[in-house]
């Protein structure tokens, strides 16, 4: 029996709110909108980037949507190869994906960062190679659309039965409904652990051993 674990990247692996926001702000500016508030910014956070925006900015027209899209890309592109973008692994997450290898799970990722972005990041903290799948919004619709977790399963090998989906926002526990894969969720994230338990998570982790005890339970 095949078994695989799919983690959202940002707030569930790592901690990218800060550049995120900071991105946003410059992205918002270039488009010459108003700044908008971090607080939304971060519950944006795992939808695919043109989504985001459209909630974001609901009366900006077409125009400066696409200014401000461009420019979130080029920003965060700039501060990836001056070396000063900071996504902090959240403490123990390296150690939990070592331990759940060895104990025989296959693990993804599905996440609303680009292709580009997700490989730099699971290469800057040298945990790429421990990923089977991974799925971006660059080659599927934003979450919560089952999109990313059905070609994940399908990567894996795996049936929705045996798979868990890891997340801390309300889309990724929507998406893992969607596609019949058991959702937990993690209290570190963007969301609030009512808001996850609401939508239909088996459970909210506030520490990395209660994450794997789910994961295994």
């Given at each position: 029996m095949t078994r695989v674990v799919i983690f959202d990247c940002d707030g569930t692996l790592v901690d990218g709110q800060a550049a995120i926001c900071d991105t946003m702000d410059e992205a918002f500016a270039a488009a010459k909108l108003p700044a908008p508030d971090r607080n939304e910014v971060r519950?944006?956070?795992?939808?695919?980037?043109?989504?985001?925006?459209?909630?974001?900015?609901?009366?900006?027209?077409?125009?400066?949507?696409?200014?401000?899209?461009?420019?979130?890309?080029?920003?965060?592109?700039?501060?990836?190869?001056?070396g000063t973008l900071e996504e902090p692994l959240y403490d123990g997450m390296a150690a939990l994906i070592?331990?759940?290898?060895?104990?025989?799970?296959?693990?993804?990722?599905?996440?609303?960062?680009?292709?580009?972005?997700?490989h730099a990041c699971l290469d800057t903290h040298g945990i790429k190679h421990r990923f089977v799948t991974l799925q971006t919004a660059d080659r599927h619709p934003s979450k919560p659309h089952p999109a990313m977790l059905e070609e994940a399963l399908g990567e894996?090998?795996?049936?929705?039965?045996?798979?868990?989906?890891?997340?801390?926002?309300?889309?990724?526990?929507?998406?893992?409904?969607?596609?019949?894969?058991?959702?937990?969720?993690?209290?570190?994230?963007?969301h609030e652990p009512r808001e996850l338990i609401a939508a239909g998570a088996v459970g909210v982790a506030q520490t990395m051993e209660e994450l794997e005890d789910l994961i295994n339970g």
């Open positions: 519950r944006m956070v795992g939808l695919s980037l043109p989504q985001a925006l459209r909630l974001l900015a609901p009366d900006a027209d077409e125009e400066k949507h696409a200014v401000a899209l461009e420019a979130y890309k080029s920003g965060y592109r700039e501060r990836r190869m001056s070592e331990r759940l290898a060895e104990a025989g799970w296959l693990l993804g990722v599905a996440t609303g960062k680009s292709d580009r972005g997700l894996a090998g795996a049936e929705a039965a045996n798979a868990v989906m890891i997340g801390d926002t309300t889309f990724d526990i929507e998406m893992a409904r969607a596609a019949g894969v058991r959702a937990i969720g993690v209290a570190w994230g963007y």
